[in-house]
């Protein structure tokens, strides 16, 4: 990686935070550069410890945006790119369908033509990695996992959006020999996941006093696993993977919604030395999301066995560090939910 330049898209993001930190820490000769347009979900304080660092450059716009990603090009030798960037939120893609389809197709699409552009005829050491979902395989029953092999079945505008860039990027391989990698990851969970995500959700609502929403019956079922892992398997991945191959990275673990947030509410009584039973008293059972897949599992055998991943934490431990953080960085959360970061990022960035 010495003396090679990697784009990340989506890096001011959930998922992105992490893998930009490990990446501007564990290849200091390596340029790193962080493309976001720090939509509703991308934010910088989510890098605040390292926004300095000599090896790291950070640049704010839409990878959709055809002529903004053909300067991207000129101005930066690229010879990776780790494609996070993405709207990820389901529920908002039942209501707002389109912004999905301009960042998660279009924008997969765009920054597929310039790199294929950029390094025609020279693809060695060259590698475009898209960061996918579990969700494009669909629904699971009560038993199975999803596999590399699983047919796609997307069942909402997200995960329909996805599985088509994951499609478009397979098509750059098999046509024009673009150097590709694909990984499909379960539920995440940890520091700096935007609070409209059930975890984060349900811990700043169990923190206020507030109901905590569960669709349904509660009786759907994730597969969950820590950021961190996620971002080291990214990172294995990028490194050790096959071209042209796809990995599924999973946790191994299962929680119905309702089991998940007993879970919680009985981590943060503890927590917040409240009678037990005082925030399980606050789940409000409300109506389901539409077309709500009911189960999510994940057979990562291929990459334990290729790359020799496993997840490090115990669902617990990694349970409890989540919510010790999102306890201690209270003010991160305030600034989201008042809008006030938006000002933060006016300040850093766009009277530069
Ligand atoms: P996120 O919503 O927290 O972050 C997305 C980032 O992309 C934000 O920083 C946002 O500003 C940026 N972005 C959005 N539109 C953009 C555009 N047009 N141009 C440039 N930047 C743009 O998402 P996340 O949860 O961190 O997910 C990151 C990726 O991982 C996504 O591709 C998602 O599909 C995938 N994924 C997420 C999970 C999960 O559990 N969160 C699991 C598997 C895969
Ligand atoms: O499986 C990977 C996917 O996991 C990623 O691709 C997505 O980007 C990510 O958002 C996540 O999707 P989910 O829809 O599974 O995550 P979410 O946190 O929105 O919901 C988790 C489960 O909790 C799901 O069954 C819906 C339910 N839920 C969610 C919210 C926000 C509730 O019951 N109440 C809520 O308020």
Redesign the pocket.
């Known amino acids: 990686m010495k003396n090679k330049c990697i784009l990340i898209t989506g890096g001011a993001g959930f998922i992105g935070s992490h893998v930009v930190r490990n990446f501007v820490t564990n290849y200091p000769e390596t340029q790193i550069v962080n493309l976001d347009l720090l939509t509703y979900a991308g934010n910088l304080e989510n890098l605040r410890d390292i926004e300095n660092a000599p090896n790291y450059r950070f640049e704010k716009g839409d990878i959709s945006d055809e002529a903004f990603i053909s300067k991207l090009f000129d101005k930066y030798p690229i010879d990776g790119i780790i494609h996070l960037a993405a709207e990820?939120?389901?529920?908002r893609s039942i209501t707002n369908p389109m912004e999905f389809i301009r960042t998660n197709i279009l924008g997969t699409v765009v920054l597929l033509n310039h790199a294929k552009q950029s390094w025609q005829g020279n693809f060695e050491d060259k590698l475009f990695y898209h960061i996918s979902?579990?969700?494009v395989y669909g629904s699971l029953g009560n038993t199975g996992l999803f596999t590399e092999e699983t047919a796609y079945d997307p069942k909402s505008p997200?995960s329909a959006s996805?599985a088509s860039s994951d499609h478009l990027v397979r098509a750059y391989y098999n046509t024009y020999g673009l150097p590709i990698v694909i990984s499909n990851?379960?539920?995440?969970y940890g520091p700096n996941q935007f609070p409209?995500?059930?975890?984060p959700?349900a811990i700043n609502n169990i923190k206020n006093m507030k109901p905590i929403?569960?669709?349904g019956k509660?009786d759907?079922i994730?597969d969950w696993l820590f950021v961190k892992d996620h971002a080291s398997a990214i990172e294995q991945i990028f490194n050790d993977g096959k071209t042209g191959e796809t990995y599924n990275i999973g946790g191994n673990n299962e929680w119905t919604?309702l089991d998940l947030i007993h879970l919680l509410c009985k981590i943060l009584d503890e927590k917040l030395n409240r009678e037990p039973g005082t925030s399980a008293s606050l789940i409000s059972f409300v109506k389901d999301?539409a077309g709500?897949?009911k189960r999510?599992a994940i057979d990562s055998t291929k990459i334990q066995e290729a790359l020799n991943w496993e997840p490090s934490l115990q669902f617990e431990e990694g349970l409890e560090i989540t919510v010790d953080w999102y306890l201690k960085n209270q003010k991160w959360m305030e600034r989201i939910v008042s809008g006030a970061y938006q000002e933060y990022y006016k300040t850093m960035y766009d009277n530069r």
Not at 88 to 91: A, K, L
């Open positions: 990820s939120h389901v529920d979902t579990d969700e997200y996805k990851c379960s539920n995440n409209e995500k059930l975890l959700l929403p569960i669709y509660g759907n994730r919604n999301r709500h897949d999510y």
